[in-house]
């Protein structure tokens, strides 16, 4: 079990530019979920994905965000025309969905701490 | 919608100290609630749960928490802090239940800072 990987651990972009990052989860985990945290503050959700079906969206993620898992495994995070207001943390959390339950616990990467300048 | 409140933003304290950590929380069902830690530039690790049953739950490092529902809290705490303790903490909570995609929701944090 290598826990989830997040890849890039750092960007650094320039206004307008478009970025993508990527998250591998545990790999028997099924749910698959993207939060960001700015500083000084906790993570807040965006996405969330059971197997390849991207099964809501919170309203931080606008137009210019797109995020896929397909065939169920890594997933990616877009944002199209970065602006100054993207620059955060961003987080992928992947829990196991247990036959007959629901394993609650998020385990979460490393983050991808995006500089937009 | 639920709500997740710590609070300190921050809290020092003496190296083999007691500390404690508050958390509020606020959902009227299938409350599910963790502590989360997280060191300079690095992700969150899961400290402890409370799902059910006993209020009392104990967590890696020495930490426990104490779930009570008619005070709506969930505080965490360590009978002695190390120096390595130092972290940012979070609180976070979720709903369980038919149709819950079972998102967290985090509270803003507490900077533990442990001195000599």
């Known amino acids: 079990d290598t826990g989830v990987s997040q890849d890039p651990r750092h960007k650094i972009t320039k206004r307008g530019q478009n970025v993508t990052f990527r998250c591998d989860p545990i790999s028997e985990h099924n749910r698959l979920y993207w939060y960001r945290q700015t500083l000084g503050q906790g993570p807040e959700f965006l996405t969330y994905f059971q197997n390849e079906a991207q099964l809501e969206k919170s309203r931080l993620l606008s137009d210019r965000f797109s995020a896929e898992r397909p065939k169920g495994s890594f997933s990616t995070l877009e944002i199209q025309r970065t602006e100054q207001g993207d620059s955060a943390m961003y987080l992928c959390?992947?829990?196991?969905?247990?036959?007959?339950?629901?394993?609650?616990?998020?385990?979460f990467g490393p983050g991808t701490r995006l500089t937009v300048t | 919608a639920q709500s997740v409140t710590q609070l300190d933003s921050q809290v020092p304290v003496f190296e083999e100290a007691p500390v404690e950590l508050r958390c509020n929380y606020s959902?009227?069902?299938?409350?599910?609630l963790f502590w989360y830690v997280q060191y300079p530039n690095q992700g969150l690790q899961l400290l402890l749960k409370?799902?059910?049953?006993?209020?009392l739950v104990k967590g890696i490092n020495g930490f426990e928490a104490e779930f009570n529902k008619s005070q709506t809290s969930f505080h965490l705490r360590k009978p002695s802090v190390h120096i390595s303790d130092t972290a940012e903490y979070f609180c976070?909570?979720?709903?369980?239940?038919?149709?819950?995609?079972?998102?967290?929701?985090f509270g803003k944090g507490t900077l533990l800072t442990v001195n000599p």
């Open positions: 959390a992947s829990s196991a969905g247990l036959a007959g339950g629901v394993s609650y616990e998020q385990y």
């Open positions: 976070a909570g979720g709903r369980g239940g038919g149709g819950s995609n079972y998102k967290l929701t």
């Open positions: 409370y799902l059910s049953g006993s209020t």
């Open positions: 959902s009227s069902v299938s409350v599910y």
